[in-house]
């Protein structure tokens, strides 16, 4: 099961190198459905160990790191630059500038893997939630992203502020115990992200389709998510 993620972040990756964003997207949520639950089951039949906890990082480092990067990577290729940066020196180098999310994502998967801290919750935002943003934001706004509105300044300054969550001190809350008496603030998320995702389908359906409204109702939710972890902190 924990191979299987790391194919579809080997497929989101391929994908994502020749500009399918909505593919991409799918193999990386597909990546998140195995991820999910390669350890429940490991648990369940007994087989859990060492190997199977460094093979998942492994593959998430993949999945949740390389195939992100790889979508920047692509949008950076077709991103507006403003005058200053329309030169050969910013179109050459900024696109490598995208593997940087992989970097970082690979030391938030070390520094989990040795934080005592993370067990029924998270410090810093966790690599599959960095993932599915990426993915939904590409997938579902790349008209938007490559018009004049955007520029590969503003792309590279999102994604610096995202490889410091990744890897910052701020606590972040997991679903590993749900109750209403000490988990409020989670309640309190999911009911939102139900609005959000009925929001941007009911928009979506009446412009570009449901299906491209629910997948920026995604993105709208893991933002939600980072921001209510900060206030919540």
């Not at 999310?101 to 935002?125: P, Y």
């Not at 503003?154 to 679903?175: D, G, N, Q, T």
């Not at 999911?190 to 997948?215: Q, T």
Request: aromatic share 18%; charged share 10%; proline share 3%.
């Amino acid at each position: 099961i924990t191979c299987c993620n790391l194919i579809c972040g080997c497929i989101a990756a391929y994908c994502a190198f020749y500009g399918g964003f909505q593919y991409a997207f799918l193999f990386v949520l597909l990546g998140a459905f195995f991820d999910f639950f390669d350890g429940m089951v490991a648990r369940a039949l007994g087989v859990s160990g060492k190997m199977g906890v460094e093979l998942d990082s492994l593959a998430d480092c993949v999945t949740f790191g390389v195939a992100p990067s790889a979508m920047l990577f692509s949008l950076f290729s077709k991103v507006a630059y403003p005058e200053w940066m329309a030169n050969e020196f910013f179109f050459s180098v900024m696109p490598f500038t995208a593997f940087l999310l992989a970097a970082f994502s690979a030391l938030r998967l070390a520094k989990f893997n040795i934080d005592e801290r993370q067990h029924t919750g998270f410090i810093g935002m966790p690599t599959p939630a960095n993932a599915i943003f990426w993915g939904a934001l590409l997938a579902s706004s790349e008209e938007w992203l490559t018009s004049p509105r955007f520029n590969a300044l503003f792309l590279f300054l999102f994604m610096v502020l995202f490889c410091w969550l990744l890897v910052c001190e701020v606590p972040m809350f997991a679903f590993k115990s749900l109750s209403w008496k000490t988990d409020k603030v989670k309640f309190v998320f999911l009911g939102l992200s139900v609005v959000i995702l009925a929001v941007g389908a009911a928009v979506g359906a009446s412009a570009e389709g449901i299906w491209i409204g629910l997948i920026r109702g995604v993105a709208g939710c893991i933002g939600l998510y980072v921001f209510m972890s900060i206030l919540a902190s």
